[in-house]
Structures are given as structure tokens and as C-alpha cells.
């Protein structure tokens, strides 16, 4: 049951960044407009010493969104990949399984720094987003974050097989 638990919480992550980044391609005006509001730090207190951070150029703003959704979109696909691995190895031997964990492994901790180290981090702290009453998505980002890392330390668990 372990195994098949497992399987299913990588699964699970996987849907949500890929509907995520789907979301993002299809509509990204409002993210987008998020992305752009952070990095300009136009709702960030207007005496502000860290304000001279911020990136008002369209281009680096687009390219920063480009980059989020690029990873979002590498989170779904490595813990696709994960998650196939992980089901076609349930009854096998507990290395084949232990081994099939890793593509899952990699997706999570990947979207633990995207979340924690792009959202948190330099949106957070670098930008200031938690500073704005309207674009601060640090709530947001540290569920995701808990979410992430709890699944991460459950899978990299082994099952206790002899």
C-alpha cells in the first residue's frame, strides 16, 4: 500500500503543475500581470530602500513568466515520469522501486526550489512581495512549499522491504 501511496501523491503533484502550466499557456494574462507587478515593486511601500531592485524592462518581466511556466511545465513532466516509473515498478523488488523514485524525487525537489527559492525567496524576500497588499502570493507559495516537501520526504522514505 505504501507503493501504490506513493505513486499516487506523485501523480498528484504532477496534475497540479501540469494544469498549472496549462493554465499559464492558454491564459497568462493574469499571471503574467502578477510576475510583472513583483518585479516592477510598484505596490511595494514607496519608501523603500530595496526599491532600486526592480526590473520594469517588458522583456525580462516576460522572460522571468517564461522561465516560471518552463519549470512548472519540467515539475509536471519529471513527476510524470515519476509516477509511471514508480507504478510499473510496484511489485518488483524494493531497489527497482527504490530506483524508479528517482525521476519523482528530482520533479519534487525541483518544484520545492522553484516555490521556495523563486517565489518565497527572491519574490518574497529579493522584491519585496510581501510588502504589497495586492500581488503577494507568499501564502500561496509556502502551501505549495509544505505540500512539495512533505511528499518528497514521504516518497524518498524507503517502504521497510527486507
Not at 519574490?123 to 512581495?129: K, R, V
Request: glycine share 12%; proline share 4%.
Amino acid at each position: 500500500m505504501l507503493r501504490i501511496s506513493k505513486t499516487l501523491l506523485v501523480a498528484a503533484i504532477a496534475l497540479t503543475c501540469s494544469l498549472v502550466a496549462y493554465g499559464n499557456l492558454i491564459d497568462p494574462a493574469g499571471n503574467l500581470d502578477f510576475v510583472r507587478h513583483v518585479l516592477s515593486m510598484d505596490t511595494v511601500e514607496p519608501g523603500s530602500a530595496i526599491r532600486g531592485r526592480a526590473i520594469t524592462d517588458p522583456g525580462l518581466q516576460q522572460a522571468a513568466f517564461v522561465l516560471i511556466v518552463a519549470g512548472e511545465a519540467c515539475i509536471a513532466g519529471l513527476c510524470w515520469i515519476g509516477a509511471a516509473r514508480m507504478l510499473f515498478a510496484l511489485r518488483g523488488p524494493a531497489p527497482h522501486f527504490a530506483a524508479a523514485k528517482a525521476w519523482a524525487v528530482v520533479g519534487l525537489t525541483l518544484g520545492f526550489l522553484l516555490f521556495q527559492t523563486g517565489f518565497m525567496g527572491i519574490g518574497g524576500e529579493w522584491f519585496g512581495m510581501w510588502m504589497s497588499k495586492t500581488w503577494n502570493g507568499q501564502e500561496d507559495a509556502f502551501r505549495f512549499v509544505l505540500i512539495l516537501l512533505g511528499v518528497l520526504i514521504y516518497v524518498a522514505l524507503p517502504e521497510g522491504e527486507a
